[in-house]
Every structure is written in C-alpha cells, then in structure tokens.
C-alpha cells in the first residue's frame, strides 16, 4: 500500500513539474514573441482558454518587470565592483605592483 501512495504522490509531483516548466515555457515564447503587451481580453464562452492567455500575459508582465527591475540594480553592482577593483588596486604596495607590470 505504501508503495503504491509513494508512486501515486511521485506521479502527482511530475505532473505538477511538467505543468510548471510548460507554463514557463509559454511565458518565455510570449515574451519572445512580444504578443503579449496588450492586456487579453475575457471570452465567457471559453473560459478555460481566457483564463490561460490571462495567466501567461501576467508571466510576460512579470518576465517583462523583473527585466526592468534587474538592469538597474545589475549596473549599479557592475559599478561598484570596479570601484572597488581600482581601490584594491590604489591600496597595494608600490613594489607589487611594479612586479606585475613587469610580468
């Protein structure tokens, strides 16, 4: 009996991977495709396919944000890391840094 729930709840897991790294999938092929700027509109005869189009456009939207957000914030890293590269670099010993340049 064991056996059998532990394979039922190993099926149950894949599936919901599955379903996950699909949706995902059709987010990024959206996001490719740039169809998805404009807001879908609600079909109340097809419900399930509305409610699907609604979902990827929030996973475009939400691609589309974190892409905004992150740029920003990845420049500014990228900054100070050079900043802080040159002080090192400022802060080492004259002789050091002479031995390199010869090298």
């Known amino acids: 009996m064991r056996a059998a ?5 190993g099926l149950v897991r894949m599936t919901l991977v599955a379903a996950g790294v699909f949706y995902v999938l059709q987010v990024f ?3 490719a495709k740039e169809e998805s700027r404009v807001r879908p509109e609600f079909d109340a005869s097809d419900r399930l396919r509305s409610l ?3 979902l990827v456009w929030a996973g475009v939207m939400a691609v589309w944000l974190v892409g905004r957000v992150a ?3 990845i420049n500014m890293l990228s900054e100070a890391s050079a900043e802080v590269g040159e002080w090192a670099i400022s802060r080492r010993p004259v002789q050091a ?3 390199s340049r010869e090298k």
């Open 97 to 99: 840094a002479i031995r």
């Open 5 to 9: 729930q532990e394979l039922i709840w």
């Open 29 to 31: 092929i959206a996001y």
């Open 52 to 54: 699907e189009r609604l």
């Open 71 to 73: 740029r920003p914030l």
